[in-house]
């Protein structure tokens, strides 16, 4: 067996794995990495890229239909389907040399394409490798988690993983969870043809805050998708019509295809975490704000794993935070902790809804009244009257004092919004920035601008600025 000696060996080559291996090799330390499957992992390959294709895809359908409304008549759009996955294809080999075993050769790392098992605590298997290594970081990400409902494993369900090599348009797709994937998949299949029925046991975007949330879910009514919250599917079976999932107390849904985006479990089978002394549990791989595991050469981040008790924040720029936090810890040795306050999310439905910090729902259970709750409606910008842009609205929430907690957007471009609200939270500015900030005209974002300023609206009735103005009127 190859006896090999890094200082890091990461285990995973997806987002949080690439990224701790290319900050370590630019700084010219020796890296090996390790990846059973395909380099850039669920992102590049069955996640974000190919999702937002698909999305980006339905979009231009959606966008055809609509056109009528500016007087432009181009009837019902024709839809190739195969053309749509064609352009899904493209789209992740044009990012994949990115990501790739050559590009990461070339940075100077050592690439194993194999799986990768814990020895002992200090030694890592992987193929005909021996890997003793200063550091290691586990980044093995997570995997769709499939619910124990009688008779799914008889029929050949999608996931994420086989979701994107159809060829043909599912003719009814019918969706288990109406979380992030759930919706964003109904919403794009929807516009491109599909009945699409979503059935989901709580609430739909149950995360977000539920007056953002309604946005998004009254629009995929409104395009058609059956929306069911509150609904359990108790069997599934194969029938003469098709697939029939049937539901909790009684009624039927058809279906050609069936979608499972019901949550995700930790990748953590097979690396043998007890040989090593790692703490996991149903969550993912325990670590600490630090991202140390039980075992002190071993990190964990991203998708597998489970900080401080709060469960896994699984998208791709947490893991790349994450993998940015680990470098620091490793090769500065600088004491490091994941700030959850400060990262976003976007769930990329059409509106998009964004967030950063504190929901309002967050904020009360934490700080009780002593908040401020500024909402501006997204019919507020003259940019959403002219593109015909649709409902949505901004949610900020701050302290008394002005300090901003936390920030919502539901609207198209929601990501693009939130984004200056992140950099708020981030460095902790107050609601005076947004105040003081001049906006270009005409854009969606300005509706912040405007939330901003109604946290000095109460001041404008106040009896002392009032006296004070009509003082200096004396004046002249
Ligand atoms: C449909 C979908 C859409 C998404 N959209 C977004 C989005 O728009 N924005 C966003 O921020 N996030 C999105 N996400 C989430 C995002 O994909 C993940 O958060 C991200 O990929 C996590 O990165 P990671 O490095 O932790 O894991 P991964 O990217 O999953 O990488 C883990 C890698 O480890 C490898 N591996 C596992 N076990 C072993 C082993 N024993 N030995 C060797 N290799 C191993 C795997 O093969 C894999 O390549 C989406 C996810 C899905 C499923
Ligand atoms: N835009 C983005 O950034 C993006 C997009 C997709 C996924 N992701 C990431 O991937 C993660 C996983 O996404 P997800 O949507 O699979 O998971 P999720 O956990 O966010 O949502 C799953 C939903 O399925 C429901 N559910 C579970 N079991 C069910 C059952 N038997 N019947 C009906 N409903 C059931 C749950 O109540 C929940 O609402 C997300 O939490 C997110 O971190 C991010």
């Not at 009514?221 to 019509?241: F, K, N, P, W």
């Not at 489970?306 to 993998?323: E, I, K, N, S």
């Not at 998009?352 to 934490?366: F, K, S």
């Amino acid at each position: 067996m190859r006896l090999l000696t890094p200082d890091i060996c990461v285990i995973g080559a997806g987002s949080g794995g690439l990224s701790v291996a290319a900050g370590a090799a630019a700084f010219g330390v020796p890296v090996v990495l390790i990846e059973r499957h395909r380099m850039g992992g669920d992102c590049l390959n069955t996640g974000c890229v190919p999702s937002k294709a698909l999305i980006a895809a339905g979009r231009h359908a959606e966008a055809i239909r609509a056109a009528r409304r500016f007087g432009i008549d181009a009837g019902e759009p024709r839809i190739d389907f195969a053309a749509v996955q064609d352009h899904v294809r493209e789209t992740i080999a044009a990012i994949a040399p990115h990501d790739s075993q050559e590009r990461f050769e070339g940075l100077g790392v050592t690439v194993l394409r194999e799986t990768a098992r814990f020895e002992d605590a200090a030694t890592v298997i992987a193929g005909d490798c021996r890997i003793r290594a200063r550091r290691f970081v586990i980044a093995t990400g997570s995997s769709p988690a499939v619910p124990a409902i009688p008779g799914l494993d008889t029929i050949p369900y999608l996931t994420n993983e086989s979701l994107f090599d159809l060829r043909a348009l599912p003719a009814r797709l019918a969706v288990i969870g109406g979380g992030p994937i759930g919706l964003e998949m109904a919403q794009a299949h929807r516009r491109l043809g599909s009945a699409v029925t979503v059935i989901e046991a709580g609430r739909a975007l149950a995360r977000e805050d539920a007056d953002l949330a309604r946005f998004a879910l009254d629009r995929l009514r409104q395009e058609g998708v059956d929306l069911r919250e509150a609904t359990a599917v108790a069997e599934v079976a194969v029938e003469a019509e098709g697939i029939v999932l049937g539901l909790q107390g009684g009624g039927r849904i058809g279906a050609s295809h069936v979608l499972v985006a019901a949550g995700r479990r930790p990748n953590t089978a097979g690396l043998d975490l007890a040989a090593a002394g790692i703490d996991e549990g149903p969550s993912g791989i325990r670590v600490d704000r630090g991202l140390r595991t039980s075992n002190r050469r071993v990190h964990a981040i991203g998708d597998v794993a489970d900080v401080a008790g709060l469960g896994p924040l699984r998208f791709t720029h947490v893991a790349g935070y994450h993998a940015g936090l680990v470098l620091r810890a490793i090769l500065f040795r600088l004491p490091v902790a994941e700030d959850r306050a400060i990262l976003p999310r976007v769930t990329y439905t059409d509106p998009e809804i964004g967030q950063v910090g504190l929901t309002e729902a967050e904020a009360r259970a934490r700080h009780g009244d002593g908040l401020r709750i500024l909402v501006e409606p997204l019919s507020a910008s003259d940019r959403a009257r002219t593109d015909r842009a649709g409902e949505g609205m901004i949610k900020v929430i701050t302290t008394k004092r002005g300090r901003i907690l936390g920030a919502g957007v539901a609207a198209p471009e929601a990501g693009e919004i939130i984004n200056a609200w992140s950099l708020a939270v981030a460095n902790r500015l107050g609601i005076g920035a947004f105040a003081r900030a001049v906006p270009p005209y005409p854009i969606l974002g300005e509706i912040g601008r405007r939330a901003a300023i109604g946290y000095y609206r109460p001041g404008l009735t106040s009896p002392w600025l009032r006296r004070i103005i009509s003082l200096l009127r004396r004046f002249g």
